[in-house]
């Protein structure tokens, strides 16, 4: 399980499932776990506006450099 927090406030914005190694691209709709984002349309930002990225139906297609993660990563 990992946290994925805003690189500009540090607030929580998602808590998410991660399998494997590697980047984090984008996160499934399935694999979150709890949903801390505002939702504007199709964008999820985070509460002090920062763009976390773009619904793209199954998944949110993550903007990079926009946010952190911390946790760890099922193998």
Do not use: P
Request: include cysteine; aromatic fraction near 10%; charge should be positive.
């Amino acid at each position: 399980m990992i946290t994925i927090r805003c690189a500009r406030c540090n607030e929580k914005v998602f808590r998410y499932v991660k399998i494997g190694k590697g980047k984090l691209w984008h996160c499934w709709k399935g694999r979150i776990v709890e949903d801390f984002s505002v939702h504007e349309g199709k964008e999820r930002r985070c509460k002090c506006g920062n763009l976390i990225g773009i619904d793209e139906g199954k998944w949110i297609k993550l903007k990079q450099h926009s946010f952190v993660t911390s946790g760890t990563k099922l193998k």
